[in-house]
T-cell receptor, first 116, second 115 residues
């Protein structure tokens, strides 16, 4: 079964610092990849997604992620974080070669704290 | 996402009580999901439904049941709540018409505390 690893559990950055959050999945083959963000007290919102094509995906609020198939990775990046980026970030993977399944497998999340 | 609503938003109950969490969506999606979120564990799938007549167990379905009353409604029940079911519960929807590219959209969550 697919598993998703987010090695950084808690990241603390100063405003304007650059961000990279790691995401690795375990199972090869054709996958869809997602990053969701959960702001304090709010529900999950889609940040960006990769289905096919250009492996560098741009999302909302200046975030981007790069799919590296050979490394089973989909790391999230932002050149300059803001205090308002303080949130929990979840990577999720969907295997599209498993019949009709549309299930997502989530990582355990990375809590980002941005200090002023 | 305002198109996916969950009721109640918060619930405190006692061990052994029956609890129902409800999810409604106006997105017109046919697929619906229930997840629970626990600190340090991320989101785990409880049940999912690809249409009204299709219900499937997820990875942690024990102690839970679901009902898909209509395309737009998907309820999660805890027949006899226990304290380790204390968690944040999310409903999500997606559109099978976009099989290869479908994206799940989440409701605001229900915080359940079992004493």
């Amino acid at each position: 079964a697919q598993s998703v690893s987010q090695h950084n559990h808690h990241v603390i950055l100063s405003e304007a610092a650059s961000l990279e959050l790691g995401c690795n999945y375990s199972y090869g083959g054709t996958v869809n990849l997602f990053w969701y963000v959960q702001y304090p007290g709010q529900h999950l919102q889609l940040l960006l997604k990769y289905f096919s094509g250009d492996p560098l995906v741009k999302g909302i609020k200046g975030f981007e992620a790069e799919f590296i198939k050979s490394k089973f990775s989909f790391n999230l990046r932002k050149p300059s974080v803001q205090w308002s980026d303080t949130a929990e970030y979840f990577c999720a993977v969907r295997d599209i070669n498993t019949g009709t399944a549309s299930k997502l497998t989530f990582g355990t999340g990375t809590r980002l704290q941005v200090t002023l | 996402d305002a198109d996916v609503t969950q009721t109640p938003r918060n619930r405190i109950t006692k061990t052994g009580k029956r609890i129902m969490l409800e999810c409604s969506q106006t997105k017109g999606h046919d697929r619906m999901y229930w997840y629970r979120q626990d600190p340090g564990l991320g989101l785990r799938l409880i049940y999912y439904s690809f249409d009204v007549k299709d219900i499937n167990k997820g990875e942690i379905s024990d102690g839970y049941s679901v009902s898909r009353q209509a395309q737009a409604k998907f309820s999660l029940s805890l027949e006899s709540a226990i304290p380790n079911q204390t968690a944040l519960y999310f409903c999500a929807t997606s559109d099978s018409g976009r099989y290869i590219t479908d994206t799940q959209y989440f409701g605001p969550g229900t915080r359940l505390t079992v004493l």
